[in-house]
Structures are given as C-alpha cells and as structure tokens.
C-alpha cells in the first residue's frame, strides 16, 4: 500500500482523484491518506498540536498511520511506500528515520529537508514561516547517516525550484549511500509543477526486487549530487 502524508502549515491533506495514480488504483494498490497533527483536517487546535516544538507529533502520528495499515494488513514493511510532497517530505522522512525498515519504499517530490541549512540564512526564502514551523531538532540532514532508513528511496526535485531549492536534496542525498538512492532531476522544473509523479517514480513504485536498477540517465543525475 501507499501511506501519503503532509502534516504542515494547517493545509489539508485531500482526496484529488484527478491526481491519483490511477494505474496502481488499477492494479489493486490501497492509498492512505494519513491525517497527522500539523495538517488542518481537524481544525486550528489540531495544527497547533503539531507545530514548532510539537513537530514530533506530526511524525509520531505517521508513524501511527503506517503501523495501523500494517496492522490490519492493508500494507506490509516489505511492501509499504510513504509518499509526500514539500515540507510534508520532512515530516515523513524523519518519521522513516526513527524507524528504519517499517517501510519498503520512501518516495518524495521536491522535498524540503535541510531544515538547519534553511534556518541559518534569513535571505533564504520561506524563513520567517519555517522558524515558527519547524523544531531545528527534527532536521533529516543533520540525522541522516549511511543506511539510516532501511529503505529506498526516490526524489524528484525541480532544476529552478526556490520554495525547495534543490541543495535540500543535494544535501540529504550526499549523506547516504549511493546504493537504493535514485533521484530525478526535472530540467527547468519548478515549485509546484504539474505531473511530477512520472512514470519512472511510479515504475519505481511498482517494483518489488530491491536490486532494481534505473536508466543510465537517472543514475547520472545522482552522481550530480556526489560529485
């Protein structure tokens, strides 16, 4: 099964079908939307309970998302995927990083995760909100350490993109092993840009052999970001 999560900024986690991977919906696939605490979906007191020093209930909540589809055999640790977007990339991944392994597959789209980097330069767009958003404790960079996540995982991020620029992938990537690490750099792409789940992303998903390699061009542009 797929866990999607957010968890940020009081947005809402919704239920788009246009935006749903309607081949794997096909191809009896189970998507979650995982509700956590610092999304909107219960209200202002609910985002509040997640926020700034509270962050860590938005990825214990996550944490309670996946392990109750495991639970009742809607998803399994081998089979799991935790997909998010953005700054819910951060949320998720430090979720994975507490927990190594309850999860096969992490997939994130242009991520934002050098949440110390971010902080320490006021220049830098988004600050302001992310010093009353972010507890600087919960940074996927500064925890992140060679097979930390017991996982695969998959990026995309966006040539041009200034909300996540794309040094927060650089920087999470160039701290783990180059093995199970795929990341797609989308040429000119943007914050925001339509179809970011391409077919590679969902191929990648699909997958269940743990030595799958990508196409050549897709390992060229993880090794951008070890050079």
């Keep these: 099964g797929i866990n999607a999560e957010y968890g940020c900024y009081g947005e809402s986690l919704q239920l788009d079908y246009e935006t749903l991977p ?3 919906l096909a191809e009896g696939w189970k998507i979650v939307l995982c509700h956590v605490r610092g999304g909107g979906e219960l209200g202002r007191d609910w985002y509040l309970q997640g926020v700034g020093s509270r962050k860590k209930t938005a990825i214990l909540d ?9 639970n009742t055999s ?16 951060l949320v998720a991944t430090r979720a994975v990083q507490q927990h190594p ?9 242009l991520p934002f995760l050098d949440l110390s980097t971010a902080l320490s330069h006021p220049h830098l767009p988004l600050t302001p909100e992310e010093r009353e958003e972010w507890d600087d404790r919960e940074c996927p960079v500064t925890m992140a350490t060679n097979n930390s996540l017991g996982c695969q995982v998959y990026i995309t991020a966006g040539e041009h993109d200034r909300r996540a620029p794309i040094w927060h992938t650089a920087n999470f990537v160039a701290r783990l092993p180059v093995d199970g690490v795929w990341v797609h750099v989308v040429e000119g792409g943007e914050h925001g840009m339509d179809n970011v789940a391409h077919d590679m992303e969902l191929e990648f998903i699909r997958q269940q052999d743990r030595s799958w390699t990508l196409p050549t061009w897709l ?9």
Excluded: D, E, M, R
Aim: charged fraction near 5%.
């Design 101 to 109: 392994g309850i999860i096969s597959k992490l997939v994130l789209q």
């Design 219 to 227: 390992k060229q542009s993880f090794s951008y970001f070890k050079s």
């Design 62 to 70: 996550t944490l309670s998302c996946i392990n109750y589809c495991h």
């Design 22 to 24: 309607h081949g794997l």
């Design 74 to 89: 809607l998803s399994a640790p081998s089979t799991s995927v935790l997909q998010s977007v953005s700054a819910g990339s």
